[in-house]
């Protein structure tokens, strides 16, 4: 009897799925044979009470069993159950033709435990929105998260062919041909690589995860959706870490947070199982075995293959390679040294790893290539705002792909500064239309201050040897003024225009507007005096921006300012709030939060909490609680119920208050009576003070008494 590779139990090699945690059977059986794996008809349906059964010509939640619908059964009148496809840790999976669209697809029926609680359900509807966003051909669509109806599901994308734990079953001994793993391998990387660039972990790469579709496309199945759900059927029953045991990575094992080196891990195994025919680890203890022992070279692995093997399955997550792409790049270059990959490592943290920081050599492996040229030769060129050795035109090799680079000219003739993001290994070229200085700053200042002194030694001539007349003289005093005012002018708007014209002006704007508004902005570190909408001059370089905001994940990222340029910042902060329910036995009861009167009364939900701080919540009205301290998680939802107790009824307050109401309804039909405008205006605005005193008075009482029953 084989073990199953998640839960380590014996069952019957004749089983289609582990009766004790739902693992597939078609990698874990030993003596399975190809008519193992295809879809078994629907049971015949008998008369137990979990058999679908009608009311009023309507099916009815609960007398139906999740786990094997009925062909015909149909869901939200819409979806039409044809067949069951697979059962796994996450629940039943069925092909159901959509009647509005006409087109077939999958849905991932969510188990009864999991729908029933509010924390799992939350944490599957962010990972349902995450992966709606996903489109790319090796990923399989998800198009939507159902959980209003009886039936909580997935709708998504069916995808008609085998997995690679079916394909594997059809060559000797299991063993995939290492050119089709290969091929395999590219089209998994290449949707894994755009995973991981749109943030989103897979945590549970396996070969049942996998499936090749009729035109030989790769689809990767369940990105963190089958996790979430096991993870949470582990909290409910209190079992160990969810995940498939035999493909997990050491740090998943272990219960660390886990980034995108355990999916590669991950990829590693299933690459060993294809060419192997098992995992490197699937008998005995698999966890020791996993943390602990090295990789054995099979045979039927070339030193090649072996190599990149190895560097995925390394048990030090920093020592992994560091991504999909460079994979995807040593597949397309198979001669390559894989000791050059893995070199290209990112710098790590103690235990936690930042999944949203970028490495910065990704592509050290592949570089491409400029070249600069210009209207006019022999110009010196400036790079990232530096003056380099070279002139035009030149070739600028061993730059890195997908790095944007600032080019520039800057000499006797002068460019508009370029941005050119080299994106692939042929060659770019670049021509500059270039402009002759209008203005030399070594040859107009000279000029400007000769011409000044030669206009005032004429005006100083003429005065004393030549104009003997006042008025004349006053005339001509005017005009050398006139003229040193110009040359002064025109000279510093020529040296404005120049410093402008050439980037030699450091200051470039910055604008940064923030979703929500009113964050706190940080530039290296600095607090800034603006808050929200931030417009000011930099000097141009590198720096570090972080926007802050109770309630929200902070912002950090290195960006990059250049000379005389524009920078538009657009920055939407995710939300970490979490929502606290207020409930109590009787309902439309005042409610107060931190000792201050709301507006809501029982039952409400506060939504847009801020975690992490303290708050107290209590209801005062004719029945009242004790105060009831919390802290919120992030994106926490909460759900508080207050017991409550009677509150005092003091009798002669509520006495007081209708004496009160009626003595001054009295006295204002006094003032009434009289035929004055001002008695009259007085009088009805103590009537209706003491009208309103009577009826909140009485409305009291009735309230009471209707609730005196708790």
């Known amino acids: 009897m084989p073990y199953c590779g998640n839960c380590g139990k014996k069952f019957s090699d004749h089983l289609k799925f582990c009766p004790h945690c739902g693992e597939p059977n078609a990698l874990l059986s030993e003596k399975i044979d190809n008519t193992a794996i295809e879809s078994k008809p629907f049971p015949e349906q008998t008369s137990s009470e979990f058999v679908t059964q009608m009311r009023s010509d309507k099916q009815v939640y609960g007398v139906v069993n ?25 629940g039943a999976v069925y092909l159901a033709h959509d009647q509005v669209m006409g087109i077939d697809k ?45 039936i909580k599901y997935i709708d998504m994308e069916y995808v008609d062919g085998k997995t690679l734990s079916e394909i594997k079953l059809e060559y000797p001994d299991k063993c995939v041909p290492e050119e089709r793993v290969k091929e395999l391998a590219i089209k998994i990387a290449k949707g894994m690589a755009y995973a991981h660039e749109s943030n989103v972990l897979h945590k549970d790469i396996k070969p049942q995860n996998i499936k090749v579709n009729s ?45 995108k080196e355990s999916d590669i891990y991950s990829f590693g195994i299933v690459l060993y199982d294809l060419l192997c025919g098992h995992p490197p680890f699937y008998k005995g203890d698999i966890r020791y075995q996993i943390i602990n022992e090295d990789l054995v070279n099979p045979e039927c692995i070339s030193d090649s293959m072996y190599t990149l093997i190895d560097k995925c399955l390394v048990k030090n997550y920093k020592e992994r390679i560091a991504s999909f792409n460079l994979i995807i790049t040593y597949f397309t270059d198979f001669s390559s040294k894989i000791e050059d990959i893995s070199n290209k490592t990112k710098d790590y943290e103690d235990e936690i790893i930042d999944f949203s920081a970028k490495d910065s050599d990704l592509e050290n492996l592949k570089k491409g ?28 090799e061993n730059l890195i792909l997908g790095k944007d680079y600032i080019f520039q000219i800057d000499g ?22 270039v402009k002759k200085k209008e203005f030399n700053v070594i040859k107009e200042l000279p000029k400007c ?23 004349v003289g006053n005339i001509l005093t005017f005009i050398i003024i006139v003229i040193i005012i110009f040359m002064v002018s025109d000279f510093n708007e020529k040296f404005k225009k120049y410093y402008k014209k050439n980037g030699i002006s450091q200051l470039a704007k910055v604008k940064i ?3 929500p508004k009113g964050c706190s902005i940080f530039f290296n570190g600095r607090l800034q005096p603006k808050l929200s909408t931030l417009r000011m001059d930099y000097i141009a370089g590198d ?13 950090s990222k290195k960006i990059f300012i250049s000379n005389s340029s524009f920078n538009k910042f657009n920055i939407i902060l995710k939300s970490i709030m979490g929502s606290v329910e207020v409930l109590s036995e009787i309902d439309n009861l005042k409610i107060y939060l931190n000792g201050k009167e709301t507006q809501y009364k029982t039952p409400h939900v506060f939504e847009n909490i801020i975690p992490n701080k303290e708050y107290t919540i209590q209801i005062k009205d004719i029945y009242r609680s004790d105060v009831r301290e919390f802290i919120l998680k992030p994106k926490q939802p909460l759900s508080i119920e207050l017991p409550l107790k009677k509150s005092n009824f003091k009798l002669l307050k509520v006495s007081k208050d209708l004496i009160w109401g009626l003595l001054i309804s009295i006295f204002g039909l006094f003032l009434f009576s009289y035929n004055t405008m001002i008695s009259i205006i007085f009088g009805i605005f103590l009537i209706l003070i003491g009208v309103g005193t009577i009826i909140g008075s009485v409305d009291y009482i009735k309230k009471f008494f209707r609730n005196k029953r708790i």
């Open 412 to 433: 006797d003739y002068f460019s508009e500064v370029k941005i050119i993001s080299v994106s692939s290994l042929e060659l770019i070229e670049e021509k500059f239309k």
């Open 543 to 555: 720096y570090l921006l972080e926007i802050q905001k109770d309630g929200y994940e902070a912002y």
């Open 513 to 515: 507007i923030t979703h």
């Open 106 to 150: 999958a849905l991932k029926i969510i188990p009864e435990a999991v729908s029933s609680d509010k924390e799992a359900m939350f944490d599957l509807q962010q990972e349902a929105r995450t992966m709606i966003a996903l489109n790319h051909p090796n990923i399989v669509r998800v198009y939507d998260f159902h959980n209003s109806g009886n």
């Open 66 to 90: 999740l786990e094997n619908l009925p062909a015909g059964h149909i869901i939200d009148e819409r979806y039409e159950i044809k067949e069951k496809l697979g059962q796994g840790g996450f």
């Open 215 to 259: 035109k030989g496309e790769i689809k990767i199945m369940d990105f963190g959706i089958a996790e979430t759900v096991r993870t949470s059927m582990s909290r409910l029953q209190s079992s160990s870490a969810s995940g498939t045991l035999v493909y997990m990575s050491p740090e998943q094992i272990r219960g660390w947070n886990v980034g």
């Open 449 to 471: 201050i000769i011409t000044i002194f030669i206009s005032l030694y004429v005006y100083f001539l003429l005065i004393t040897n030549y104009v003997d007349n006042v008025i």
């Open 369 to 396: 290539s400029v070249k600069i040229k210009s209207d006019v030769g022999g110009q010196p060129i400036y790079l990232n705002n530096s003056k380099t050795e070279f002139v035009t035109p030149h070739i600028f």
